[in-house]
């Protein structure tokens, strides 16, 4: 059996322990912008060993975890989100190897060009400083998100979910230890050890400035909470309400594969499609064969009238079913008026998250990738490479559905800002 | 005399109306976003010719807020910042031309690369969306933060100080000329009408999530009301504590003209030199000149003991000297022991602003340009090259202090985001 829970419940001062939290982190992370690439990897390099070989402490940790969440009355689901085994263990090993291989982004260049005086002028890559993480029971996060915090230079304030807490201290203790081995400050990846959710709002309101920016990684309470308290930028996803419109170009084989893989490959990942969007100039040979697919893949479908009158079990659609995100075996479907009606329809009632087209016609794609206002937008390609790996970023810490900074997946490069590095030989200003 | 003020205040629905301005804003965003280049410079050309033409009734409209300030006892200055006059006219049209001749940011691709399963990803530059700039009394801002607003694609709320509200509304009243002269919404950029300080908190809150960043442009007392309410991303200017460091290997001529210019050339821009550091290593040579140079020059100087044993002139500098904005000819000066403890005293005391170091020490001067955590780092050049025109940008809406999105100047390019748009033929995800 793993020791009690380290806290600092009941000490009657959460708020310092957290203030002392965040001054760590901040000079951790003054510590790690400087650190040389080759550091960050001994250390990733050691925290991935570090994980295989504690295995059983943290399998041990979760058990117990497992256990309360049971007793507790939590779903299956809840459960099956939560526990471990040793393929999920090595899943974790791996995932840090894999952000290992990641180049640094770290001082590259952005750009850089000469002004007419003389004075030389770089934009390069610098972290952002201290991210803090706020994430639901997946015990996983603690170490991707730590890995990818280090890479990109960062000091991390993790807060897992209070089911796995016991978990994430095990994970964590591993990722302590690849610190250690590489020489970088312990500080580099806190967890935060308490259960007291006062300590999410410290988080929010930034720990005396020492959290630059916070990635919440739950459910709807938690985004509406940092909605409403975070006094620092935030990385958040909200919802992914994506659309798949077969245009009147489309050849019906191509719509029909990526239809069903955008609709049902998985239907709780935030670049599932929740709603098709069908041309009306294609309705008659296209919608049928689709419904039906969809509905033959254990898909429930809520069509508007047009959609409705070509099969019976069609259920309704109403105004909710075009702003819903189902993440669920539903899908709403609606017949429009070209690819003008598909962008009206998505601008009206999307949530700029991911958006598709499928056409033959490059003048309506792109139309459609131009004036749909998403994050994401594909051209005869499934909703579901929503994802950083499909990006080629090698692993992502979230998708932002916030406009600035970060829009899409979140990777080592976007969890990075820039400065301004000017050269000059004297020149002063006019 | 103009006519009143077209008001909404006392109609008891501040809300209703601002909500309205929200709604406008995000419908003429979506135009502007697809606006060809040649469009938009279409407008700014207009809106350039309807300020030359619309100078007497801007100058009437200007005497009348000018007159009314004077009887409620504002400061020279003040008044100072508030009164146009022929020059001044010209110079905002200038401004807009300048910004009209700036390449268009939208729609440029950022970065493209091709993944294994044969999908084209491209990065291209979007419009941030709809723009809040909230500004004291400087009736130009009116002018600068609609045509950026503009050429970057964006839909602009203005929310100008209530002693230039006159002012601000006859020169607004060119810009919409403009922008009608080109088949533009007219609500791409509108001016809040009213003084009622309560518009602010409504745009602070977002209008319905219809203001998706917001640029406060003033002093201390609207940065602190922006830090607690603003629930959207905000663009803020907060200090430039920026720190000028003579290195032991600088050549004293050339730091005595970057310095006397970086503190003195002018005192009141957020590139000012508030504090000078020295290396001992050269504190017998270099100290007394550089000293001699600033009180010479009508600078008040407030030193460390090292700095007062020079010269009996020399103030003494308390712990808060190292953490002041002073914005004006006072400069505190510290002895440190070299290029290291020169970025320890800056990492310490500093606003992460902007930083210089003078030397002819290239590996001090890399050491300095990587260390040293600012917006804006400067070798051998002065700080008061912080300034969106000096690098290029053409015009500027400020300078951010905040680490995401935008650092450093705020040009056009700034006030855009961006969006994937992926090309496939037919990929499903695995």
Chains 1, 2 share one sequence.
Request: contains cysteine; aromatic residues 4%; negative net charge.
């Amino acid at each position: 059996m793993t020791a009690p829970l380290k806290s600092i419940e009941g000490t009657g001062d959460l708020a310092a322990a957290m203030a002392a939290i965040g001054r760590g982190a901040r000079t951790a992370a003054r510590i790690l912008a400087l650190a040389p690439a080759a550091q960050k990897d001994h250390a990733l390099t050691a925290m991935a060993a570090a994980v295989r070989a504690q295995a059983p402490a943290i399998l041990a940790a979760n058990a117990e975890d497992a256990d309360e969440a049971r007793k507790g009355g939590a779903t299956g689901a809840f459960i099956d989100r939560l526990v471990l085994n040793g393929a999920r263990i090595e899943g974790m090993a791996a995932g840090i190897e894999t952000v290992r291989g990641l180049a640094d982004p770290v001082g590259t260049t952005i750009d850089a060009w000469t002004r007419p005086n003389g004075l030389n002028i770089e934009r390069v890559r610098v972290p952002l400083g201290v991210i803090g993480i706020i994430y639901e029971s997946r015990p996983n996060v603690t170490a991707d998100a730590g890995a990818l915090s280090l890479k990109s230079g960062n000091a991390a304030i993790l807060r897992g979910g209070s089911d796995s807490a016991r978990s994430s201290r095990a994970i964590h203790a591993a990722l302590v230890e690849g610190l250690r081995e590489a020489g970088l400050p312990e500080a580099a990846i806190q967890l935060v050890p308490t259960r007291d959710r006062a300590a999410v709002g410290l988080m929010l309101a930034g720990l005396d400035g020492n959290i630059d920016v916070i990635v919440p990684r739950g459910g709807k309470s938690l985004v509406a909470r940092v909605q409403t308290e975070a006094r620092v930028p935030v990385f958040a996803h909200l919802e992914g309400n994506c659309h798949i419109y077969v245009d009147g170009a489309a050849a019906l084989d191509m719509a029909k594969t990526v239809v069903l893989n955008a609709k049902m490959r998985r239907t709780g990942v935030c670049g599932a499609a929740e709603t098709l969007l069908v041309d009306r100039a294609i309705a008659k040979t296209h919608l049928k064969p689709l419904v039906e697919m969809l509905l033959a893949a254990g898909c429930e479908v809520r069509g508007d009238e047009a959609t409705r009158a070509i099969d019976t079990r069609v259920k309704t659609a109403t105004e909710d079913d075009w702003a819903t995100e189902y993440l669920d075996a539903i899908i709403a479907v609606r017949v429009v008026d070209g690819v003008a009606g598909a962008i009206e329809h998505i601008e009206s009632h999307g949530s700029h998250h991911t958006d598709a087209i499928v056409t033959d016609d490059a003048a309506a794609a792109n139309k459609f990738l131009t004036e749909v206002d998403s994050a994401i937008v594909l051209h005869n390609a499934s909703t579901q490479f929503a994802d950083g790996g499909e990006f080629g970023f090698g692993a992502e810490i979230g998708i932002a559905t916030g406009r600035l900074h970060a829009r899409g997946p979140v990777g080592v490069e976007q969890l990075t800002t820039f400065k301004y590095r000017i050269r000059g030989n004297g020149q002063i200003r006019p």
